[in-house]
């Protein structure tokens, strides 16, 4: 028998960031708890800042039946001398019967102690308390609150419960608040509880009481708000996800409102105005004709008729927070961007301060700039010693995420050059997965000087990122590193930069700062795994030519017709594995004796001779090789009984598997 299912879980309002960080597991820690129990059915889930709901329209009011078997020791190990072994008795009581209870069944392989019991589902109702408990023990919202006398604790108080099945209110408690039919509709509306008679009045009085439960409601609600003021204002309003996903998250009745702010405010940056509204107000941008103007969106939770005290009390709040921003804006013009006072600013213990990392970073980018030949050294210096300046600022110590673009600005004001200003705003590209990436080559390096100085310095302090730890975002610069060197097809080679540049650095494993490189490869490229491993296993580190290589290589393993190659091919490698490919491997053309010997050696000192534009020509050449092969593999006897022959055969094989190697292992490619 099914009926429909109501849990209410409401809470003091619950803070957003922590709740959406946790929201993508919630749902499958429910179904987790309800498949544990025999009682998985399909449900939604809903939230407001005060609620969480689950909502199954149909929920078994008992478990199925169900049948437990397990299966022990052979009855050879069993029942010995008319008796039930030691082995038997521990079966029985782990199945909670006698042993003379016990059966033995064949399966196949002889017969086994055996015992089969049938296990009547328990009533829903008796396990939805334990459920719920268990479901909100399960969530992990970081930092936790106790409250009143109580000495368990959660993210905030819970203040009001339901588990409502049909038009029956289980029994159920959570952290002392028992289950009923209560529940609160909006502050604004009553601090006074009402009461449902089943679960279709719980959504019909909610709904009436002023809270949308529905979060995909919300949303589209605020969508339509904010698209209704663009219309009427003929603006263009930003939509910063995140922000809608958080004014979602903080509002029972959302109501877009469109405010405004002082116009000699536009004096600041439009970066360090979004950033003062979003971080401090929740605001959202607004723009004409792609210029930033002196409104913003709010997102209100109030329920009333009248909204314009709410949007001139947002105004009033938001002045004094622009203000603070110009103050700090204006100081730091006439302070001027100095980088003296990162020799006093610690980097990390045992790495000297930020002055000091500024230093390196500066030999790293003069290194690069050599192996990239880039002219502008002094230029490139002098950018890499301003880059972390702006971290004196007072704008960027009150908005940190602000570092690097302050910079961009204040090296404007001060008419630095404008290769410098950019790299500056640039440094710390790319910030993620789907960021931008510096713009040209000089912004690059500097870039570049940054995240490799990260990786030899943090790596020789011992700061090794571990499982899901990486507090230094290391993994990021390893990531960033290839991105901009394949965006830009910088030859640089990742081997060759940390063992020349280690000398910077003391204790610097390279052996562990390699692995951890190459791994950050197979996080990049989505490609066959073993394409890569191909690629790497040839011994190449220049980051662009991996690109170039397993962009080639891939397409012909995806290929219907590679299973075929690959076949001839590993032939190859089998052939030359007890070969040193180190050695000299010379070939006489008057030791060939068979035609096929000849026609494979012709063809791949043609292919030897010939310069190839791209890898894709090179491997096609090479691949043409199989006809060759094959017909040396079915003509040709490799372990001649002359040894000088066969040493000319297995150096023939070796060369074309070097060949081969120049771009990628092949012996390592599996499908």
């Known amino acids: 028998m099914l009926k429909p299912l109501l849990i209410e879980i409401g809470t003091e309002e619950l803070p957003a960031i922590p709740f959406l960080q946790e929201l993508g597991n919630i749902e499958k820690k429910w179904s987790n708890i309800l498949e544990k129990n025999r009682l998985l059915c399909n ?8 609620r969480m709901v689950f909502w199954h329209r149909e929920f078994a009011v008992k478990q199925e039946d169900s049948v437990e078997e397990n299966i022990g020791a052979p009855k050879s190990i069993a029942f010995k001398d008319g008796s039930f072994t030691q082995a038997a008795i521990g079966f029985a009581k782990k199945c909670g019967v006698e042993v003379d209870e016990l059966e033995f069944k064949d399966f196949g392989k002889g017969e086994v102690l055996y015992h089969k019991k049938q296990i009547s589902g328990v009533a829903s109702k008796e396990l939805l308390n334990s459920m719920v408990n268990e479901f909100i023990s399960s969530l992990n919202f970081g930092k936790s609150m106790r409250w009143a006398s109580r000495s368990d604790s959660f993210i905030r108080p819970i203040r009001f419960l ?9 029994d159920g408690e959570l952290f002392g608040v028992k289950s009923s039919n209560l529940s609160f509709g909006h502050r604004m509306d009553s601090y006074e509880p009402f009461s449902f008679s089943d679960c279709g009045d719980y959504f019909c009085k909610l709904d009436k ?29 930003e939509l910063d996800m995140a922000l809608l996903d958080e004014v979602v998250a903080i509002t029972e009745y959302p109501t877009a409102l469109f405010g405004k702010f002082d116009e000699e405010f536009l004096e600041l940056p439009s970066e360090v105005i979004v950033t003062s509204m979003k971080e401090n107000q929740r605001y959202f941008a607004v723009y004409k004709d792609d210029k930033l103007i002196n409104n913003f969106v709010v997102v209100s939770n109030a329920l009333t008729d009248d909204f314009g005290y709410i949007i001139s009390g947002n105004e009033k709040v938001l002045r004094p927070r622009l203000a603070d921003a110009m103050f700090f804006y204006k100081n730091d013009i006439k302070n001027g961007l100095k980088n003296d006072g990162l020799k006093n600013l610690l980097f990390v213990e045992g790495l000297g301060t930020v002055y000091d990392k500024c230093e390196r970073e500066a030999k790293i980018a003069s290194y690069l700039a050599q192996k990239l030949d880039l002219k502008e050294v002094e230029l490139l210096n002098e950018a890499v010693m301003l880059s972390k300046a ?42 993620g997965e789907n960021s931008e990436l510096p713009s040209n080559i000089f912004s690059s390096i500097v870039a ?11 790596f020789s302090a011992g700061k090794i990122p571990t499982g899901s730890k990486d507090p230094f975002a ?5 990531f960033g590193v290839v991105k901009i060197a394949i965006e830009h097809k910088l030859n640089i080679d990742y081997k ?97 004796e068979q035609d096929e010997e000849k026609n494979l050696y012709n063809g791949f000192v ?22 060759k092969l094959d017909e040396f593999f079915e003509k040709v006897f490799v372990n001649h009984e002359d040894e000088k022959i066969k040493t000319n055969r297995k150096n023939l094989i070796a060369k074309v598997y070097l060949g081969f190697k120049n771009i990628a292992d092949i012996k390592e490619i599996t499908i």
């Open 43 to 50: 449900f939604e889930f809903f939230y407001t800042p005060r």
């Open 162 to 170: 339901s588990i409502m099945q049909g038009d029956e209110i289980i």
């Open 209 to 237: 009481y002023g809270v949308v439960l529905y979060q995909d409601e919300r949303r589209e609600r605020v969508l339509k708000q904010i698209r209704d003021i663009e219309n009427k204002h003929n603006v263009k309003v």
């Open 390 to 431: 702006d971290l004196m600022s007072e704008m960027v110590y009150e908005f940190t995420e602000l570092q690097g673009l302050m910079g961009y600005y204040y090296s404007k004001i001060e008419n630095y050059d404008e290769k410098i200003s950019i790299a500056l705003k640039e440094q710390y590209l790319p910030s």
């Open 448 to 458: 570049l000087s940054n995240k490799l100085d990260n990786l030899m310095a943090l």
């Open 474 to 478: 290391l993994r990021r610069a390893a």
């Open 496 to 592: 060759e930069i940390f063992a020349e540049l280690q000398n910077l650095y003391k204790n610097l494993d390279l052996k562990v700062l390699n692995e951890f490189f190459e791994e950050r490869f197979y996080k990049i490229f989505d490609v066959n795994p073993t394409v890569l491993k191909a690629v790497l296993a040839s011994g190449e580190s220049n980051i662009y030519k991996i690109s170039q290589k397993v962009e080639a290589l891939n397409p012909i393993v995806e290929s219907d017709s590679f299973k075929e190659y690959s076949a001839t091919f590993k032939r190859v490698a089998n052939i030359v594995k007890d070969v040193d490919l180190n050695a000299s491997l010379e070939l006489k053309e008057n030791l060939f």
């Open 606 to 627: 043609e292919i030897l001779n010939k310069k190839f534009q791209t890898y894709e020509e090179e491997l096609e050449a090479l691949f043409s090789l199989k006809t």
